[in-house]
């Protein structure tokens, strides 16, 4: 089967660690076929959400000046009204710390809500979470059924 010639999906990371950006970039550079905008502030995602269409957000709970579930409210709000043709918003996954893990029930509420990674982020969670939403690179296949 030749390669697939489209652009790879891009995803949406708004996280304020530094570190845990770059694992997840990465990991999810290696491991997937897809390219990762990264943000440190809501404010940072929101402007890049604007800017470019995303296959699948990752957010974090807790942001130094949002809520992630505020941001992707204000995403799914205004992302069709300025990417034409564009009539939903794309999946998110939220980063959850330990702390965090009490607003999981609500988060669950949105139908776009595919799953969380809880943090420090496992590799293993990360793809299991991202799997069918974004393709596999070519010479890796995910474990398991």
Do not use: N
């Amino acid at each position: 089967m030749p390669p697939d010639s489209s652009p790879p999906p891009r995803v949406l990371l708004a996280e304020a660690s530094l570190p845990f950006r770059r694992v997840i970039r990465e990991a999810l550079t290696a491991f997937m076929r897809c390219e990762v905008d990264d943000a440190s502030t809501g404010e940072h995602a929101f402007e890049l959400g604007l800017q470019r269409r995303y296959a699948l957000y990752l957010f974090a709970f807790s942001l130094p000046d949002m809520r992630g579930d505020l941001l992707d409210r204000l995403l799914a709000q205004a992302g069709p009204k300025v990417h034409q043709g564009t009539h939903a918003s794309p999946p998110v996954i939220y980063l959850l710390r330990a702390e965090e893990m009490t607003h999981w029930q609500e988060l669950c509420r949105s139908a776009r809500v595919r799953g969380s990674v809880s943090m420090p982020p496992r590799l293993d969670m990360l793809i299991k979470a991202t799997t069918g939403i974004l393709p596999p690179k070519a010479d890796w296949k995910p474990e398991g059924p």
